[in-house]
């Protein structure tokens, strides 16, 4: 069995234990009568929804594309989103779906370096916007967060996205630093893995020069002439976590409640930042259980885990299935996700 279905059925197995048993510790008489008064057409906009949030991302990611002169089709650029997302799906950290959207842009000739700006960028967009709402959100739910595990994990998370963010702002402002540091540590894995020929080494050396100065020259391209794009980019980004975070809203909707939309809302940016630090594939158990203990401040325990069933199937088991199928239709992606993730016995 290879590492690729591994992660799969690990991230499947963990999650449907995880929903299997809070619902098992919330199921009562009253969930038996939620559940005969469902309306599924309010599950069914939400599903709908969130197919609609592929093609948003899509063309966010075509923005941001086009402001950098490269112009994909739009439907290429849905499948990209959608393959990256499954593959982030199954991955510890979901750490795998950014390198394939920098593979299949690449292969829609875009440089690795430009490329590997606009998946940075897009990333920075959304912890732009989650944590611009973090104050709000942690002002809503203040009560909740006196707990030391979650406040722990909010500092994790908080963290380590400064981490990340100290070392964008360190490479665009020291590119050259950042190059030796690559050629150092290059030149040590070579002979770690096994030495290569200096011209070899010279060829790699040269290839990473030539990318960093695409991701720094994207960059700075996106603040200065590509501001349109920067902005459009942002508008979709809105947009996108707006339709998301609605979903919660429909779910409950359909289970008949009269939910909050600020308290919705708030919720799920607390729980995007929870999300930041699991190591499973998918997030999975961390996502499930963190979701339980957010969503129990507002949503009647009798259903709560059947909200956490269904927000869950819909923001997380609806992408590998959707991811699965459109990654099976592009044969040569499944190869290069297979490569990306690596064969084991």
Request: with cysteine; aromatic share 12%.
């Amino acid at each position: 069995m290879n590492r690729f279905t591994k992660w799969l059925l690990a991230s499947l197995l963990i999650s449907a234990f995880s929903v299997a048993l809070i619902t098992g510790f919330t199921f009562d008489e009253a969930t038996i009568e939620a559940l005969r008064k469902i309306k599924p057409e309010y599950i069914f906009a939400a599903a709908l929804l969130h197919i609609i949030s592929y093609f948003i991302w899509g063309f966010r990611n075509r923005a941001l594309c086009k402001a950098l002169g490269y112009d994909i089709k739009p439907l290429k650029v849905v499948e990209i989103v959608i393959s990256s997302a499954f593959v982030a799906g199954i991955t510890p950290s979901s750490a795998g779906g950014e390198p394939l959207r920098v593979h299949m842009l690449h292969q829609n000739n875009i440089p690795v370096g430009k490329a590997t700006a606009i998946v940075f960028g897009e990333r920075l967009l959304d912890a732009g916007l989650i944590f611009l709402s973090l104050p709000f959100a942690l002002y809503m739910f203040g009560g909740l967060l006196s707990s030391y595990k979650f406040s722990t994990v909010f500092l994790l998370a908080n963290l380590l996205v400064f981490i990340i963010l100290a070392f964008f702002v360190y490479c665009l402002k020291k590119p050259q630093k950042v190059k030796r540091a690559l050629h150092r540590l290059v030149g040590k894995g070579s002979l770690y893995f096994g030495a290569r020929p200096e011209a070899a080494l010279t060829r790699v050396f040269e290839q990473l020069d030539r990318e960093l100065d695409h991701f720094h020259a994207s960059f700075l391209f996106f603040v200065s002439e590509g501001r349109k794009g920067l902005l459009r980019g942002i508008a979709y980004t809105c947009v996108f976590w707006g339709v998301e975070y609605s979903l919660l809203a429909l779910i409950l909707m359909g289970l008949n409640q009269t939910p909050s939309l600020p308290i919705v809302f708030a919720a799920q940016v607390l729980l995007s930042v929870l999300m930041v630090v699991p190591a499973t594939p998918g997030a999975s158990g961390v996502a499930e259980f963190g979701a339980a203990s957010i969503f129990s401040v507002f949503v009647n325990s009798s259903i709560l885990g059947i909200t956490v069933l269904a927000w869950r199937a819909l923001t997380y088991h609806l992408n590998l299935l959707v991811g699965a199928f459109v990654s099976l239709k592009l044969l040569r992606d499944m190869d290069v996700i297979k490569k990306l993730l690596g064969n084991s016995s």
